[in-house]
């Protein structure tokens, strides 16, 4: 057999006899068979990854942005995260007003206001003070004990801050959705909680076990009480020697 004139495989070529022509034939199948094969594994790995979705809703159906999430299974250990935590003092706020950190973290407090604060925490998880600065004078504050640590300024006792420290295996915080999504191929059944100040909801009923299927699994949140105006808890007043 002879071509004349024919491109293949983007070669012109000016003759080719059957076994050629058979050989390339053989190739192209392969190629194709490797193609088809790798997209079926990706698109069964896709199908079997495990999806949690979150979505919390307050009593009147409108999307909580801000509202911190952690979701936790039966992996022990303290998960590797090193990403630069930063509670900002801005405009006499702290910024952001919730932070949520993993277990020992380390979170610096610099205080971009041209006046001076005194930040300090009587939290259990960290009781901790800042002598009156400005600027980056003090160095990071390390957080190992999971829980609620409340900030307070003894200048500005409008100042209210939070860090919530958690050994979850996700975290994060609402989008303007109220949403909030995790895609893990060995996530199976877990423990998600649902937090923030201006939550007034019982604490009982912030929790739930997910048992997460290989479709997208959707949880949600639907708030029984009105938002709170103010964040609770608010810090306690301390009494430092100056």
Not at 90 to 95: T, V
Not at 197 to 202: C, E, L, Q, R, V
Not at 215 to 225: E, G, N, P, Q
Request: glycine fraction near 6%; hydrophobic fraction near 35%; aromatic fraction near 10%.
């Amino acid at each position: 057999m002879a071509v004349f004139g024919r491109s293949i495989f983007g070669q012109t070529v000016t003759h080719i006899d059957f076994n050629t022509a058979r050989q390339i034939d053989r190739s192209h199948r392969r190629l194709l068979h490797c193609l088809l094969y790798l997209g079926i594994n990706l698109f069964a790995g896709w199908c079997h990854a495990g999806a949690l979705q979150v979505q919390v809703n307050d009593r009147d159906g409108r999307p909580v942005e801000g509202a911190i999430v952690t979701i936790s299974d039966r992996r022990t250990g303290d998960s590797v995260d090193s990403r630069k935590w930063i509670m900002d003092q801005i405009n006499l706020r702290f910024e952001p007003q919730v932070l949520v950190v993993p277990s020992h973290a380390t979170v610096q407090f610099p205080n971009s206001d041209k006046v001076s604060h005194q930040v300090y925490s009587f939290s259990r998880p960290k009781s901790f003070q800042l002598p009156l600065y400005k600027g980056s004078t003090h160095p990071p504050i390390t957080f190992d004990t999971p829980g609620l640590v409340v900030l307070g300024c003894n200048i500005h006792d409008e100042m209210i801050g939070y860090i919530y420290v958690t050994s979850a295996h996700w975290f994060g915080q609402t989008d303007k959705a109220g949403t909030f999504a995790i895609v893990d191929n060995n996530a199976d059944a877990v423990t998600v909680t649902v937090w923030s100040p201006y939550i007034a909801d019982a604490e009982k009923t912030l929790t739930r076990e997910v048992k997460i299927t290989g479709s997208t699994t959707l949880i949600k949140f639907a708030l029984t009480k009105s938002l709170r105006n103010a964040p609770e808890p608010r810090p306690r007043n301390p009494d430092w020697d100056y």
